[in-house]
């Protein structure tokens, strides 16, 4: 019997028809005679009543701060409210299902508590599942330590745990449901031009996720990826194919895999800082950073000053730390990254080329950029956001 992980988001556990389609998809997979193992998000973005922010919110203000583990212990609620949720919803319907904490599926973490990383897996209960006809129904973004203590897994949230129980059951495959018929070729909320894409391969997607597209989060490609099942992105409201992802693209035809450039992501809040200092100074500025944690990219190294950017929320504690270190430096707030992306694109030359011209047909100026072996990265102004992904989107992609 086939053993599927197929997780649901936020939006599609939001109401009781979209909670209806989520049941008919669990079923239609029953119906297939495959063995559904259900994964969660919390129900409802910011501002519904149980979504994680509206509990966040709801403590903070009637008692004040939160201590980091009971923090993890509040934030797993969310999820595991939706869990109960789907799980009776089943039984109501005459199936036999069974809601699961993150601890209770057997995801073993650190106790590094908001943000812990992997152990183990321990399969037992789910497997226990299988053969009792029990489908699980697991609450995303959540584990626990080896001693019971409830811990949020950070980045990545209910993505990270599909992918993570897949790959201790061997799962044959993954399919994250969400609001969306795939993945394509841009943000359809930035790109009204945006098609779906029917397969991508696992770095490709990995570095659409990287560099902002919100669709997967990376870590739950990395962990398919390394397992080697394969990933599928599909919509909970419609029956459309969907993406799959595969190790490569380059042995299925189809016109989309032709593309030089498979898709176009964007992150934004960017900061880019130029900071005057010399390659001979031993003050050694990166590794300063690095130890505040703030992270960078866009690295560019010039004999007198680097340039790189920043999220806008590590702004205050970048600034602190190069005023202390007696640092000229000039920040440009307001940006926008856009990162073109394509395996293909390695060797071909003019690549770059066809970006400055498209950028400058449109009249977008370009901050910075920087490469690799399958993206390009550009910082633009965010008021020409949109000016340069639908420009990129007809140079590349039409
Ligand atoms: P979920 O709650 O199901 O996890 P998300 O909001 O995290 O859903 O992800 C789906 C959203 O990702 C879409 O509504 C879309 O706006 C956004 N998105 C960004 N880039 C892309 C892309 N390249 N393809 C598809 N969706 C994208
Ligand atoms: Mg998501």
């Excluded at 973490?109 to 489908?135: G, M, P, R, S, V």
């Excluded at 490609?221 to 990933?231: C, D, K, S």
Aim: glycine share 6%; proline share 3%; with cysteine.
């Amino acid at each position: 019997m086939n053993k599927i992980v197929q997780k649901f988001g936020g939006t599609s556990v939001a109401t009781p028809e979209s909670r209806e389609k989520v049941i008919n998809k669990i079923i239609a997979a029953k119906a297939q005679d495959e063995f559904p193992i259900v994964v969660v998000s919390a129900i409802g973005r910011k501002g519904s009543p149980y979504a994680t922010d509206t509990l966040i919110d709801f403590v903070n203000t009637s008692a004040g701060v939160i201590t980091d583990r009971e923090y993890d212990l509040l934030l797993s609620c969310g999820e595991i409210i939706s869990a109960v949720m789907i799980a009776t919803l089943l039984c109501n319907k005459g199936y036999k299902a069974k809601a699961l904490t993150g601890g209770q599926a057997g995801i073993i973490t650190d106790n590094h508590y908001k943000n812990a990383d992997l152990l183990h897996i321990k399969t037992n209960t789910i497997e226990a599942c299988q053969e009792q006809n029990i489908i699980p129904v697991i609450a995303g973004f959540q584990g626990a330590t080896s001693d019971g203590e409830v811990t949020t897994l950070g980045r990545g949230g209910s993505d990270t745990t599909a992918s993570i129980l897949a790959m201790g059951l061997a799962a044959d495959r993954i399919e994250i449901y969400t609001d969306v018929d795939g993945i394509m070729t841009a943000d359809p909320r930035v790109c009204e031009k945006a098609r779906i894409i029917p397969s991508l391969s696992y770095n490709e997607v990995f570095q659409m996720a990287d560099s902002g597209a919100k669709v997967i989060h990376p870590r739950a490609v990395e962990y398919a990826m390394r397992a080697n099942i394969p990933l599928i992105i599909k919509n909970t409201f419609t029956d459309e194919e969907g993406t799959t992802i595969i190790q490569t693209t380059k042995d299925v035809p189809s016109k989309e895999n032709d593309h030089v450039i498979t898709s176009i992501a964007h992150r934004n809040n960017r900061v880019q800082v130029t900071v005057q200092d010399s390659v001979l100074s031993d003050k050694n500025l990166l590794d300063q950073v690095a130890k505040e944690n703030v992270s960078i990219d866009l690295i560019n190294i010039f004999p007198q000053y680097k340039v790189f950017t920043i999220d806008e929320d590590h702004k205050l504690k970048l600034e602190t730390l190069l005023q202390k270190m007696n640092y000229k430096y000039t920040l440009m707030e307001g940006c926008s990254k856009v990162t073109v992306i394509g395996e293909r694109m390695t060797g071909v030359p003019g690549v770059m080329a066809r970006i400055l011209k498209a950028f400058s047909k449109a009249k977008v100026e370009m901050l910075q950029t920087a490469d690799s072996l399958t993206t390009i990265a550009c910082l633009i102004k965010k008021e020409n956001l949109t000016k340069a992904i639908n420009a990129l989107h007809d140079e590349f992609l039409l």
